[in-house]
T-cell receptor, first 113, second 119 residues
Framework: KQEVTQIPAALSVPEGENLVLNCSFT??????LQWFRQDPGKGLTSLLL?????REQTSGRLNASLDKSSGRSTLYIAASQPGDSATYLC????????????FGKGTRLSVIA | DTGVSQDPRHKITKRGQNVTFRCDPI?????LYWYRQTLGQGPEFLTY????????KSRLLSDRFSAERPKGSFSTLEIQRTEQGDSAMYLC?????????????????FGEGSRLTVL
């Protein structure tokens, strides 16, 4: 059974700092991996999708990498801003692509002005 | 608005009552998913549809829960005889998977969720 772990559970950083959020998964045979952002009481916003054949994806100040063999992904946020404060969730879909996303519990990020 | 929409956004009900949530996916998406999320946890999978066919149901989906997607468009999730443990955020998502036309990515797009409080 696929399990997704996110470390740390919570993180507080001063504005302007670069930071890395970690995600690990137990079964490396994945179809894709997706990073989401969730604001309190809201739904999930897709940030980046990495297909199994890709090593990284970039969008603005965000860069996500994928290392399937080690079962790891990282989300790099450059020059953090208070508006980046949210919970960041990592989720993987297993190899067939016909299975639902399995989520981690998320990392709660606070960026202090 | 061309995103996933859910209704109602909030529902407060008394234990034992039935509730129904509706989800309208992104129009060209063939897959629709329901997830449940409690405070401090990641979303947990409940069920998903490809077009009108319900392809998978989680063990979390007890016999009090039923989901439909009758015409392969919108979906409903009904909870009968609600219990306090059903209090959660119910999230709907859709994706375009393994089909002709635009290149499918399998990327999931979520709605804003329906928050259920059972008193």
């Amino acid at each position: 059974k696929q399990e997704v772990t996110q470390i740390p559970a919570a993180l507080s950083v001063p504005e302007g700092e670069n930071l890395v959020l970690n995600c690990s998964f137990t079964d490396s045979a994945i179809y894709n991996l997706q990073w989401f952002r969730q604001d309190p009481g809201k739904g999930l916003t897709s940030l980046l999708l990495i297909q199994s054949s890709q090593r990284e994806q970039t969008s603005g100040r965000l860069n996500a990498s994928l290392d399937k063999s080690s079962g790891r992904s990282t989300l790099y946020i450059a020059a953090s801003q208070p508006g980046d404060s949210a919970t960041y969730l990592c989720a993987v879909r297993e190899d067939s692509g016909n299975t639902p996303l399995v989520f981690g519990k998320g990392t709660r990020l606070s960026v202090i002005a | 608005d061309t995103g996933v929409s859910q209704d109602p956004r909030h529902k407060i009900t008394k234990r034992g009552q039935n509730v129904t949530f509706r989800c309208d996916p992104i129009s060209e998406h063939n897959r629709l998913y329901w997830y449940r999320q409690t405070l401090g946890q990641g979303p947990e999978f409940l069920t998903y549809f490809q077009n009108e066919a319900q392809l998978e149901k989680s063990r979390l989906l007890s016999d009090r829960f039923s989901a439909e997607r009758p015409k392969g468009s919108f979906s409903t999730l009904e909870i009968q005889r609600t219990e306090q443990g059903d209090s959660a955020m119910y999230l709907c998502a859709s994706s375009l998977d393994r089909t002709s036309g635009a290149t499918p990515t399998g990327e999931l797009f979520f709605g804003e969720g329906s928050r259920l409080t059972v008193l």
